[in-house]
């Protein structure tokens, strides 16, 4: 029983330091380019509205 409480305390301590760490992830909707493709023409590119252009969202 304690080995398990030990080992969650150390997977939230490392998920807490991996955030901090690493504030920022990919924008899934447009794979990181800060652009989506229109539906009807696969050569019109708009802004991404999930991450406003910037292709990066926080954790």
């Known amino acids: ?3 398990l409480l030990v080992a969650l305390t150390a997977l939230a301590v490392y ?4 955030r901090r760490r690493h504030p ?7 794979r990181g380019t800060g652009r989506k493709t229109s539906g009807w023409n696969r050569e ?5 509205r ?3 252009g910037k292709g990066e969202l926080r954790r």
């Open 24 to 30: 920022l992830k990919r924008c899934r909707p447009c």
């Open 44 to 48: 019109a590119y708009g802004v991404c």
């Open 15 to 18: 998920v807490m330091w991996d």
């Open 1 to 3: 029983m304690e080995l």
């Open 50 to 52: 999930r991450c406003g």
